[in-house]
């Protein structure tokens, strides 16, 4: 196994910590909507708030990157964003975990 | 004044109007999304959502058409989607109000 490869069993461990953090996102997300909504009151309100809904949709399209090559550094975003904590990172090899320690620090 | 012309005066009662219609619109595109936002509980809630959003400004930005010559029928539209009555037409010529109130009926 290169150091860039995904054991079956490390990518298992992956998938489920990307779905907690992509469930983690989106209930900020609805929270965060639910406020915005209820305090609408013009057309600007609702245009400014269906573009947040753009970008952010874009954003969330972009961030959770399944590919192999690109999993340490979107683990390192979902931890920077304080969506996962590394220890939720269970079943992935150490020396992984260090690399996304690292880059999340950045 | 030629049939398709619109005096200062009517202008300036077919912009009153088409404010008023386009507020209502808002109104019930804020309710509609205070509705479905309060719902919402998982992604596909969320990016449903967003489509939704869409598809309204798109249609919303073709519907009010302030040209000049688009404007029988652009009444005709917010009449026949309940966003006006003829009624509060006041200061738009009889020809016109009468062109309104056969094409709301297509």
Redesign the interface.
């Known amino acids: 196994m290169s150091h860039s490869g995904w054991t079956p069993e490390e990518k298992e461990a992956a998938q489920k910590a990307v779905e907690l953090a ?1 469930q983690r996102e ?1 209930a900020a ?2 929270a965060t ?2 406020n915005r ?2 305090q ?4 600007n ?3 400014s ?2 573009d947040f ?2 970008a952010k ?1 874009h954003e969330m399209d972009g961030k959770f990157d399944l590919r192999d090559s690109s999993l340490i550094f979107m683990f390192a975003t979902l931890v920077k964003d304080g969506l996962l904590h590394v220890g939720e990172l269970e079943g992935i090899e150490k020396e992984k975990l260090v690399k996304i320690s690292a880059l999340a620090r950045f």
């Open positions: 992509y989106v997300l609805i909507l639910q909504v209820e609408a009151a013009c057309p309100d609702v245009w708030l269906h809904l753009s949709r």
